[in-house]
């Protein structure tokens, strides 16, 4: 069975290295796991092979895109898997050489965060930091001047104590 599928992936298009992990991933999904109604399709835009089956008989199928834990993902990547494939979600079956399996379920509308929001958290963060530091700051002096190590208490979330 697994050199007659292989054959057939590469039928389909796919190169050797895409065949094998394909195979791989069509093999646990059907002894391992024990899913039904198992397809695939080679996506020639992916250069990739997409596995579609059902975990019982009457579920809807999932989308399983093989690929190996070499491979380099970005957010723009998985979007293109998502985008090809057509589907809102899909599981990455990531396969290491090991033969070990891992699979991530992706979702459309995951989005990169942008420079500016990830700027606003850290400037948050650090006014947090600074509000925190005024507020004990006679304290922090004393602890100073005595040699005396000491721990801030935590900041309590919507706390508006001052000191």
Known sequence: MEEHTLSEFRKLGADEKTSV??????LELCEV??????SYVYKEALKNIIIKARKTKT???STFIPISSYE???FLKMQEFLDVCDTESAYLAIL??????VYY????GLVEPSDTTAKHLR????EKLDMEL?????????????GISMTLPRAEAGSSQNS
């Open 134 to 146: 005024k507020k004990h700051y006679k304290t922090i002096e004393q602890a100073a001047l005595m």
């Open 105 to 108: 379920e992706i979702s459309k």
């Open 33 to 38: 796991k024990k899913y039904w109604d198992i």
């Open 96 to 101: 290491h050489p090991d033969s070990t399996c």
């Open 123 to 126: 400037v948050n963060k650090k």
């Open 21 to 26: 992990i394909a195979l791989q991933v069509l």
């Open 72 to 74: 380099n993902l970005s």
């Open 59 to 61: 579920e809807a199928h």
